[in-house]
């Protein structure tokens, strides 16, 4: 071998080790950085360490409650109507909407007990019912006081009979009942919790304030 051809293997020996040397050492620093990079991607989320729980950002919906629609009723309706005596009130007043219980004993109290009244001697009935619901001496609605045991005559059993609905008696009562309610007019029963009519004398009525006399219905305190 001539000692050109023995020099140039040599040379091609230490060629190749320094660039094997490198490669080695290219491929040390890049596991190196992978190993300190941030790890970014989580390929199963639920066995993530709880210490530090990842937050995925996403668009939550809470749905709003809803409500209910309330079924209007004749002494819910709008403001009351105003008139120059009580029977342009009453015929000013709206009926035409469903009666709730209580305001249905009320209308009923007043057409049983004094349709044959003037509309004052009417209003001052639904007055005395209204009051006795407000005063702790009698039942709180309007319906457990007309029911009441022997107050009032025509409630047989605790029952109320039923009206004929399609009368212009009826529509009156139901126009008093809510003017009652309301209070858009007031009545010369004031604050009564009793009344009797003129053609009988119970005992309890000397022991009561009297209040006023409308037609044949008399009112106390």
């Not at 060629?15 to 080695?24: N, R």
């Not at 209007?72 to 120059?84: D, L, Q, Y």
């Not at 029963?189 to 009525?205: C, E, G, I, N, Q």
Request: charged residues 20%; glycine residues 4%; contains cysteine.
């Amino acid at each position: 071998m001539s000692r050109k051809t023995q020099k140039a293997g040599v040379i091609a020996v230490a060629a190749t080790l320094i660039t094997t040397f490198a490669l080695s050492e290219s491929s040390g620093v890049a596991a190196e950085a992978a190993d300190e990079a941030p790890q970014t991607e989580i390929s199963n989320p639920a066995k993530q360490d709880a210490a530090n729980p990842a937050f995925i950002a996403e668009e939550v919906v809470q749905p709003l409650p809803v409500e209910e629609p309330v079924e209007e009723t004749a002494e819910e309706e709008a403001a009351p109507v105003t008139a120059g005596s009580l029977r342009e009130l009453v015929s000013a007043t709206n009926t035409s909407g469903k009666l709730s219980r209580d305001m249905h004993c009320l209308a009923s109290a007043i057409y049983f007990e004094s349709r044959g009244e003037p509309l004052a001697g009417q209003l001052a009935v639904g007055t005395v019912i209204i009051n006795r619901a407000e005063s702790r001496q009698f039942p709180s609605d309007y319906c457990g006081v007309v029911t009441q045991r022997s107050q009032f005559s025509f409630v047989k059993g605790g029952r109320i009979p039923k009206a004929r609905t399609s009368t212009a008696a009826w529509r009156k009562a139901k126009a008093l009942a809510k003017i009652a309610h309301q209070g858009t007019w007031e009545s010369a029963a004031a604050d009564s919790l009793y009344f009797h009519a003129t053609y009988v004398k119970p005992r309890w009525a000397s022991r009561k304030k009297h209040r006023a006399q409308i037609s044949t219905h008399v009112f106390y305190r």
